[in-house]
């Protein structure tokens, strides 16, 4: 009796190409394919609320704004993602051929769940610093009032500013809103 062992480590292309195939959401992490949990009700509320929000705030300006649907890759890191909110400014670059993957986003907004809280907060920060466009980082608690909203002030320097209550105002630096 043989058994079948799965592979423990994939190329970015082969994570691509399972990807197409797969009937379930998942992410790439340098070699490891991630499944992705599904989202609540309230976390798909205040994603859609912010993204449609910035649509309206940045129309007929420079800026495109996506949604949890469209991959983030981070070559340094080598890492496939799906933020809950991106913003770009000007064109999307993307990788290959496909425009299903971007690498250039200049704000990110990711809305936490008690699965992803830590890691939002802390690997995926650094990796999503490694992005020469990426300026602003919004994560916002989907159970409680709190935001944390980090902009970067200069080079491997960043401000941070939390908001905790019902009528605290979220100010944007990289874009008008």
Do not use: C
Request: charged content about 25%; overall charge negative.
């Amino acid at each position: 009796m043989q058994l079948e062992t799965q592979k423990l480590y994939y190329t970015p292309e082969e994570y691509l190409e399972i990807k197409e195939k797969a009937e379930y959401k998942s992410e790439y992490r340098d070699g490891e394919i991630v499944p992705m949990t599904g989202g609540t009700t309230n976390h798909n509320k205040i994603a859609l609320n912010l993204a449609a929000s910035l649509k309206i705030a940045l129309r007929r300006k420079n800026y495109d704004v996506y949604i949890g649907d469209v991959r983030l890759w981070i070559p340094r890191y080598r890492q496939h993602t799906y933020p809950d909110v991106m913003v770009i400014e000007g064109q999307p670059i993307y990788t290959g051929t496909s425009t299903t993957t971007v690498m250039n986003p200049v704000l990110i907004t990711e809305v936490l769940s008690k699965s992803t809280k830590n890691y939002d907060q802390g690997d995926k920060f650094l990796y999503y610093r490694s992005i020469p466009e990426f300026k602003e980082y919004i994560l916002i608690d989907q159970s409680q009032y709190h935001v944390m909203h980090y902009v970067k002030t200069a080079e491997s320097q960043w401000s941070f500013t939390e908001l905790e209550h019902e009528s605290a105002i979220l100010s944007l630096q990289t874009v008008d809103f």
